[in-house]
């Protein structure tokens, strides 16, 4: 048998198991995303529009489960860590309890949070944030972070210690 024989045999049994439609999706979208030239290359202009449909499809899955696979979700628990260590859930904010407050070089802080996170203010002002206190880390622009105290008209840059 050869692989065109293998080709059609098994689009036509995928076609079967998986309705469509309509054939010119495929065509539209192949034409559109290839020149004529690599439409020749691949060896498309050989298949049918069934083929060409068939094909079209199988391609969007495999897009569709491999931008699946790749996004990265933020919990409570992973919230600032780099996009290489991010695995679970997405958010764009926490809110935390202040478990400790100490100071570092050049008027910032080091926050430990009570799950335990460690943070570090980015800035040289003097907080007034104090062990118990609420805060919430908001996701900012160009994956920076931002600390706010409500309750103690706080607001300063943080970056993710550990």
Do not use: C, P
């Not at 439609?21 to 065509?27: D, G, I, K, P």
């Not at 020149?35 to 094909?55: R, T």
């Not at 992973?78 to 100490?102: M, P, R, Y």
């Not at 943070?119 to 206190?133: Q, V």
Request: overall charge positive.
């Amino acid at each position: 048998m050869t692989l065109k024989h293998k080709l059609l045999t098994f689009a036509a049994a995928s076609l079967l198991a998986t309705s469509f439609s309509t054939t010119a999706f495929a065509e539209v979208n192949l034409k559109k995303d290839m020149s004529k030239e690599q439409q020749e290359k691949a060896g498309l202009n050989k298949l049918s529009k069934e083929e060409l449909l068939y094909l079209n499809q199988w391609l969007s899955n495999k897009d569709q489960q491999a931008t699946k696979n790749n996004t990265l979700t933020v919990t409570k628990e992973n919230f600032g860590l780099s996009k290489e260590e991010l695995i679970k859930e997405t958010t764009d904010k926490i809110t935390a309890t202040i478990k400790e407050v100490s100071k570092k070089k050049r008027g910032r802080y080091l926050l430990t949070l009570a799950n335990d996170q460690v943070w570090a203010t980015m800035e040289s002002k003097r907080l007034l944030l104090r062990e118990g206190d609420q805060v919430e880390i908001r996701k900012g622009a160009l994956d920076s972070y931002v600390l706010i105290s409500k309750q103690r008209g706080v607001r300063v840059k943080v970056r993710r210690e550990s």
